[in-house]
């Protein structure tokens, strides 16, 4: 298999939640690898890859031409969920970008999520405004993962389709399965991003200029991870 040698093992991971029947859309597919890697390994899947620019979109082609995957895999340039129709495919991944990101890419794309059974989700920061976004349109957690490569640090958050599943703010941010689990990997990045509250706290209560909002806010956190980490 040309170049997956190279395929990370966040990638792998996020592969095992696409089952053997499921058509999915990988959104930003950097190079189509997910979707080559997945296609190879189950040879039932179907795959769509989306790429917003023409570079990218190129090199995907290329990916799925090398592994002979182009009755399997369509490589379709646009924006976001823009790439897929409205009941194409059963499982949608947007992996490797800003939470924020992620969030915009789902809610702009709202109106294609009726049919989709699951969303594959792997913010590279601000899980909290995916989580939340998650919920808003009717998706909760089914399972969450935390792993940890390349000294970075991953959350992948897979969701389906539950209204009317209450989850509070906390959740949000920690992940309501995470939360439970609290794995050593867990603890050593909720451990970093307290450090982070502290030096931020730390320099505006420095201030002249106090945002005393903002400090609440800050402090607050603070305190979530705190209790989270003991």
């Not at 609290?182 to 945002?211: A, C, G, H």
């Amino acid at each position: 298999m040309k170049n997956f040698k190279q395929i990370s093992e966040r990638l792998k991971q996020i592969a095992t939640y696409i089952d053997s029947d499921m058509c999915f859309a990988d959104i930003g597919s950097d190079h189509a690898y997910l979707p080559s890697y997945i296609c190879l390994q189950k040879p039932t899947v179907q795959a769509i890859a989306g790429e917003v620019s023409k570079g990218p979109y190129e090199r995907a082609k290329q990916t799925v031409e090398e592994n002979e995957l182009t009755d399997r895999i369509q490589v379709r340039l646009g924006n976001g969920l823009e790439v897929i129709e409205q009941d194409e495919v059963d499982a949608i991944v947007i992996a490797g970008m800003g939470g924020g990101l992620i969030a915009s890419i789902l809610k702009d794309g709202a109106h294609k999520l009726e049919h989709i059974t699951r969303i594959i989700a792997q913010p590279n920061t601000n899980g909290y405004i995916v989580r939340k976004t998650l919920h808003e349109l009717g998706f909760i957690p089914i399972k969450e993962q935390i792993m940890e490569e390349n000294n970075h640090i991953y959350e992948m958050i897979v969701a389906e389709r539950e209204e009317n599943h209450p989850l509070d703010e906390k959740q949000y941010m920690f992940g309501p399965l995470l939360l439970q689990e609290k794995s050593p990997t867990f603890i050593k990045k909720w451990t970093k991003e307290r450090d982070k509250v502290l030096y931020i706290l730390n320099q505006m209560n420095k201030s002249t200029e106090k945002d005393v909002e903002k400090i609440n806010q800050y402090e607050k956190t603070l305190r979530w991870i705190e209790e989270v980490i003991r």
